[in-house]
T-cell receptor, first 117, second 113 residues
């Protein structure tokens, strides 16, 4: 069975601090995809990144970076030099390859990040 | 820019009412989805559709039905609303080729009294 765990329910940081959002997943499939979505106060989830299970290279996009470690089944998300605009709920999600076409994402419960000015 | 529009941001209904939640996307996406979002539970898939007139049950379809008569429109129907259906409802769409890259609407906060 698939499972995505985001143990941090809420995190508060002061602006310019770095923050890491944790995501741990469970799957029996060898081919799967991992995602992060951001939900700002407006409510509209925004796609951030998609990684497949064969690509363990870390990725950096501006102040955002993602650390994928198969050995620990984790796909953590780090925001460097946080800004108030980063305040949002962040969701980690998993999709297994056998369900491709069914397009079914399993979402974690989300982490609410508050960046204090 | 892809736009997914949900007809109402806030909706208040009474128990037993039939409720329609409408969603329209303007980018010719094949796939459309309805999720509900509840505190501590994340997003749970209710129904999805990968083509006109096609629908598939998600994880929690009980008490809901859907309609997709046109490619751009996906409606969620609560046949007889109950208080446990009070929730945030999110519509999303995606291309067949990049299915998991979802584009979401802003959500409808439904309160059933």
């Amino acid at each position: 069975a698939q499972k995505v765990t985001q143990a941090q329910t809420e995190i508060s940081v002061v602006e310019k601090e770095d923050v890491t959002l944790d995501c741990v997943y469970e799957t029996r499939d060898t081919t799967y995809y991992l995602f992060w979505y951001k939900q700002p106060p407006s409510g509209e989830l925004v796609f951030l990144i998609r990684r497949n299970s064969f690509d363990e290279q870390n990725e950096i996009s501006g102040r955002y970076s993602w650390n994928f470690q198969k050995s620990t089944s984790s796909f953590n998300f780090t925001i460097t030099a946080s800004q108030v605009v980063d305040s949002a709920v962040y969701f980690c999600a998993l999709s297994e390859a056998w369900m491709a076409g069914a397009n079914n994402l399993f979402f974690g419960t989300g982490t609410r990040l508050t960046v204090i000015p | 820019d892809v736009k997914v529009t949900q007809s109402s941001r806030y909706l208040v209904k009474r128990t037993g009412e039939k409720v329609f939640l409408e969603c329209v996307q303007d980018m010719d996406h094949e796939n459309m989805f309805w999720y509900r979002q509840d505190p501590g539970l994340g997003l749970r898939l209710i129904y999805f559709s990968y083509d006109v007139k096609m629908k598939e049950k998600g994880d929690i379809p009980e008490g809901y039905s859907v309609s997709r008569e046109k490619k751009e429109r996906f409606s969620l129907i609560l046949e007889s609303a109950s208080t446990n259906q009070t929730s945030m409802y999110l519509c999303a769409s995606s291309l067949r080729e990049t299915g998991e890259k979802l584009f979401f609407g802003s959500g409808t906060q439904l309160s059933v009294l």
